[in-house]
């Protein structure tokens, strides 16, 4: 029993032809003229960019989490991941900055109304 498979668009069927036709066997269209390259090492080139997106990814998510707790990791995050090549730790860096941005507001309005309260600035019996 076979597996049918979908049927390629006109569009992929023309990307897969013209990715085959400029690199065959370790021959490389560039600047209209065709030059060697070493296929396992671009490949091993390939293989590092997608494994440091990997690990982008991973740090951004720890550090967007560990924001919940401590304000800190967001700011963090933002200067670690903002130009990141993976697209989804250049959103949480994004999102962080924001979170960071709103919760400090918040603090330093809490901090305020704190101290203004504890030095009696409403109290009554003041002269």
Known sequence: MTVLEPKKSISDQLKDYNATK???SGVKKQNGQYKE???EKAKKQDLEKEA???Q?????CLLFCIGFLFILPWSIN???HNRSKDKVA???AKVSLGL???FATLFVICLTCLIVYLTGFNDP???
């Open 22 to 24: 400029d690199n065959i």
């Open 37 to 39: 390259f070493d296929v």
């Open 52 to 54: 440091r997106k990997a």
């Open 56 to 60: 982008d990814r991973k740090k951004s």
């Open 78 to 80: 933002y200067c670690l």
């Open 90 to 92: 250049r959103v949480l």
């Open 100 to 102: 960071f941005g709103i």
């Open 125 to 127: 019996n003041r002269a």
